[in-house]
């Protein structure tokens, strides 16, 4: 099993930036991909951006220039720099990992953090 702590929401004005970080933990484990979703009130949740253990990343085209997805392998932590906040952007912000597991078994799964609010005032 994998864990996913969330950290760095908070309420900023438009305009200001943010930092949210992601740590995962648990035990006999790769983490493949990391990524940021978001949903706000009475809409999907949406891909913000992720980010592969190689690198690569992909950005939604509502964030692109403005946030920047990366990730620290060593500390398996992932990082949201969100600058030229928009009110927009207001949501809960969710981390999600795929990662390798390894044990008795060995597969791939899915996890979630429990999100951040990140409020964003005009």
């Known amino acids: 099993q994998v864990q996913l702590v969330e950290s760095g929401g908070g309420l900023v004005q438009a305009g200001g930036s943010l930092r949210l970080s992601c740590a995962a933990s648990?035990?006999?484990?790769?983490?493949?991909?990391m990524a940021w979703y978001r949903q706000a009130p009475g809409k999907q949740r949406e891909l913000v951006a992720a980010i592969t253990r190689t690198d690569n990343t992909n950005y939604a085209v509502a964030v692109k220039g403005r946030f920047t997805i990366s990730m620290d392998k060593s500390k398996n932590t992932v990082y949201l720099q969100m600058n030229s906040l928009k009110p927009e952007d207001t949501a809960v912000y969710f981390c999600?990992?795929?990662?390798?597991?390894?044990?008795?078994?060995?597969?791939?799964?899915?996890?979630w953090g429990q999100g951040t609010q990140v409020t964003v005032s005009s």
């Open positions: 999600n990992a795929d990662a390798l597991t390894y044990g008795l078994t060995i597969r791939t799964s899915n996890y």
């Open positions: 648990g035990s006999s484990f790769v983490i493949n991909a």
